[in-house]
């Protein structure tokens, strides 16, 4: 079970997302169909949400009954939902409008009781993996006081920035290995820079950011 941390929904390419003027494809469809979370998030994140999105998609158990997905994303106001919900711009906007701190109750109450059902539901069987930074509290304080220890992260988060991150775990898919993951209680939220992924890897996904 996966939950993915969010794209930044006020930041610089959700803005370009947003624009009226805007004629890419995404964004037409965003205005008058809607498109999915997964794909708008991976847009305005980069490489490091399709990094997630992709290894949660590649390792995620289909079969967890009850679950309403086996991957979801966390929002900024309307707590879990699977990367295939469809947003139009409204909503879209109203998420942009909260910020993501566990001191705020709209982004707060939201995320615990969706969690919160989610932990009824899967029972004591499954661990829940966040693919997040677990650096701060926004993401670590209400999943924590919910899931406990089945809350997990992948141990070679630490000390990596969010390109590096992305970068791992696409490495990942494609070996079709998954990462080691620890307890996010009790963890090490801060180390040592780790070294850098493989040149070849680097430059390659460079080049299909460029694409």
């Known amino acids: 079970m996966f939950l993915l941390s969010p794209a930044d929904s006020s930041g610089a390419r959700a803005r370009l997302l947003l624009r009226e003027?805007?004629?890419?494809?995404?964004?037409t469809r965003l205005r008058n169909s809607g498109a999915p979370l997964g794909e708008i998030f991976s847009f305005m994140s980069g490489l490091y949400f399709r990094g997630k999105l992709a290894y949660a998609r590649a390792f995620a158990d289909p079969m967890i009954a009850g679950a309403p997905s086996s991957v979801l994303i966390i929002t900024a106001s309307r707590g879990l939902l699977p990367p295939e919900t469809c947003l139009q711009v409204a909503e879209l906007k109203d998420m942009a409008n909260v910020p993501i701190t566990a001191s705020d109750l709209r982004y707060r109450v939201?995320?615990?009781?969706?969690?919160?059902?989610?932990?009824?539901?899967?029972?004591?069987?499954?661990?829940?993996?966040?693919?997040?930074?677990?650096?701060?509290?926004?993401?670590?304080?209400?999943?924590?006081?919910?899931?406990?220890?089945?809350?997990?992260f992948p141990a070679d988060f630490v000390g990596r920035g969010d390109m590096s991150r992305?970068?791992?775990?696409?490495?990942?898919v494609r070996e079709g290995m998954q990462l080691v993951?620890?307890?996010?209680?009790?963890?090490?939220?801060?180390?040592v820079r780790p070294p850098k992924l493989a040149e070849s890897f680097k430059e390659s996904s460079k080049r299909r950011e460029k694409r």
Do not use: C, W
């Open 166 to 172: 992305g970068g791992l775990m696409l490495r990942s």
């Open 181 to 191: 993951y620890t307890p996010v209680k009790n963890a090490t939220r801060h180390g």
């Open 110 to 152: 939201p995320l615990e009781r969706d969690a919160g059902q989610l932990a009824s539901q899967l029972g004591t069987d499954y661990e829940v993996v966040l693919l997040g930074s677990i650096a701060t509290p926004k993401y670590v304080d209400p999943l924590l006081s919910i899931f406990g220890d089945r809350l997990v």
């Open 21 to 27: 003027e805007a004629r890419f494809e995404l964004a």
